[in-house]
Each structure stands twice: as C-alpha cells, then as structure tokens.
C-alpha cells in the first residue's frame, strides 16, 4: 500500500522508493557486436527498498547511505544522477538551477548484488523529479529515458512480474497469480555485471571448443514457468527457476555453492543466484519458512547476511512530497 502526501503548489521535496529484483528465468544469448546479450528474462520484484529523496538545488549532487553507500560511485557517474541529468534534458529544463537536484539515496538494497540496486536507484530519481517538476511524463516515457541508463531500469519503474526481451530492457507483463516469499543471502563481495557475463562468455566457448555443448543460440521463454506463475503455486515456480549466469557467478565465489545447498537443506522450494549474483535467492513455502532459512543461513556462515522479502511488488512509486 502506498501512502501520498500531497501539499498544495509546487513541492520542494519528493521521496520515492524502489523495489530490488530477481530474475526467475534469465536465459542468456550470444554476445552481440555492441557487446551486450539478448535475453529472454522473468523479472520479480521482491519487497526490498532503497528511498530517493529529490530536493530542489541549484546543482546536482548525491548523497549515499546505508547498505554498501561508500562503494557507490558519486558525481556523473551514478546512475541517479545520470537519471535526473537525463529527466531535465528531455524535459528541456535548461538553466542555473532548472534540473538541479540535491540526490539522497537510502540504501537497503545491497551493491553490485545481483538485485539491481543501481538500476532501482535510476528509477526512484526518475520518478521522484518527474513529480518534483510535475513534469508528467508517462511510466512508458520514463522507461525509455531509464532504457539508455541500464538495462534493468524500465523494469524497476514498472514493478511486478514482466518477461525482458532485448537488453532486458524491452518488457510485457507477465500473468502471474500468488505472493511469493524468498529468503535473500548476500555475498561476502560484490560481483561486476560485465565480468558474470564474460565469464558466462568464456565458459562457453571452452564448453563448446571441447564437444560438450552446442553453441548459445536465441534464449526462449520457460512455458512450464510462466504456467506455474499463472497457476500462482510457488512448489511449482521453486524447480523451473533458472539462470544461465548462476555457473559463470559459481565460478567467480565458489563459496556460493554452499550457502544454495543449505538453503536447499532448509527446505527452499528453488534456490539460485539472483541476476548476475552473488546474492543467493531462496524461494520458500510461506512468510514464517522465509525467515527460517534466513536466520538459519546467517547464523551458519553461509553468506555475509540473510533477509525475506516477498513479491510481486510494485515499481518505482512517490510516497512522500512535501514543500
Ligand atoms: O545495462 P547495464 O549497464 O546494466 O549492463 C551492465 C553490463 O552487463 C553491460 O556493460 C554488459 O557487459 C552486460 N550486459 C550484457 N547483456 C545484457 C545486459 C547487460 O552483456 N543484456
């Protein structure tokens, strides 16, 4: 439930938040020339939030805290900035003080974790100045804004459960019945985007130069999963999860191997790395079963840290805007 309040005239605050996600399916492509990867993913967004707050300024800035803030990157190169840069050029906002925005970034959502903090981070500003300056572009105009940004941000505007084409960029909702509750085991460090997928790469080429797989060819959407999310039975969903760069993240941290076999242990319905990982994601019975394998993967080691959440749960939305 999101709860707006809204002041009368022009507000000189507004604060947004984000969902992470997970990718119930993420089916790999070849590399293209532009150095990306076709994909045909299931998009999930779990009940983890980072919070933007847009303030007025008359230059742009960022701040960060909380999980992981100091290995964010300030200054242009943060995706937030990059968002509210992005929002004002195409909203022709030009001048001292037009597009300036004070950027702060609560972070619950852990870094280079596989659950797409960064991208979420660019969505909450989209968002957020988008109401600041009541500029009133449409969830599908601040996708394709988001699309140049990354290819996970469309998606953490939207929310919910989605199939990604393209980069991941290019989404339709998914039918999807039932709440689905996960145990999320952080890694010890943070896992490069760009290197999980050139491991993936190299991985394959070895695989394919010794006779034991065929070259990748285009992904395809898992009938069996999309049937199990319209059936909304998570003991269905759990087995036909899948990632094609769970081997090249298992490859980079060995020690996820352990953590997805005891959770396993404790009775996880599906466990595999999220996205790029190294977060491991647990699908589990029921609300009470998510916060055992949690408790029970923090406490033996397995992981840096354990959390539930569940989901779907909408994308990008303004909670607060105050003058
Ligand atoms: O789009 P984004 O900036 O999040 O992607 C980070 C990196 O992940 C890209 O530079 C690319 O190396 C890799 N990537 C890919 N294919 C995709 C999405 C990302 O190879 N579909």
């Known amino acids: 439930m999101t709860h707006v309040t809204q002041v009368d005239g022009p507000t000189d605050s507004v604060t947004a ?42 230059r742009t800035s960022v701040l960060v805290t909380g999980e992981g803030g100091p290995a ?16 004002a050029r195409a909203t022709g ?36 100045c988008n109401d600041l300056w009541q500029v009133g572009l449409s969830q599908a105009e601040l996708c ?3 699309a140049d940004l990354g290819s996970d941000v ?28 996960w145990a999320l085991a952080f890694g010890q460090a943070g896992l490069s985007t760009a290197e999980v997928y050139a491991t993936c790469d190299r991985l394959r080429a070895r695989a394919t130069a010794a006779g034991n797989r065929a ?24 087995p036909l999860l899948s990632n094609d760069l769970q081997p090249a993240a298992l490859s980079m941290q060995p020690e996820l191997r352990r953590a997805l076999a005891e959770g396993r242990d404790y009775g996880a319905l599906g466990a595999i790395v999220s996205g790029s990982g190294p977060t491991c994601a647990f699908l589990a019975k029921g609300a009470a079963h998510a916060r055992d394998i949690a408790v029970a993967l923090t406490s033996s080691g397995a992981c840096r840290a354990a959390t539930r959440a569940s989901g779907p749960v909408p994308g990008a ?5 105050g003058a």
Do not use: W
């Open 17 to 58: 938040r984000v969902p992470a996600k997970v990718n119930l399916q993420l089916s790999v492509g070849p590399l293209r020339e532009d150095g990306y990867h076709d994909l045909v993913t299931v998009f999930h967004a779990v009940s983890l939030f980072d919070e933007v707050t847009v303030t007025r300024a008359d």
């Open 215 to 238: 070259p990748a060819g285009e992904p395809t959407l898992s009938t069996p999963l999309m049937a199990a999310l319209r059936a909304g039975d998570p003991a269905q969903v759990g």
């Open 154 to 181: 469309p998606f953490a505007v939207v929310g919910g459960i989605a199939v990604g084409r393209g980069r991941g960029d290019v989404l339709t909702p998914a039918l999807a019945a039932g709440n689905y509750h």
């Open 144 to 146: 394709e804004i988001g």
């Open 72 to 87: 964010v990157p300030l200054g242009p190169a943060n995706l937030a900035v990059r968002a509210a840069v992005a929002l």
């Open 93 to 128: 906002r030009r001048g001292r003080g037009a597009g300036g925005v004070k950027i702060e970034i609560r972070k619950r959502i852990p870094v280079a974790a596989g659950l797409a903090g960064g991208s979420a981070d660019a969505a909450a500003t989209l968002v957020a």
């Open 317 to 321: 939305s303004v909670v607060k805007a």
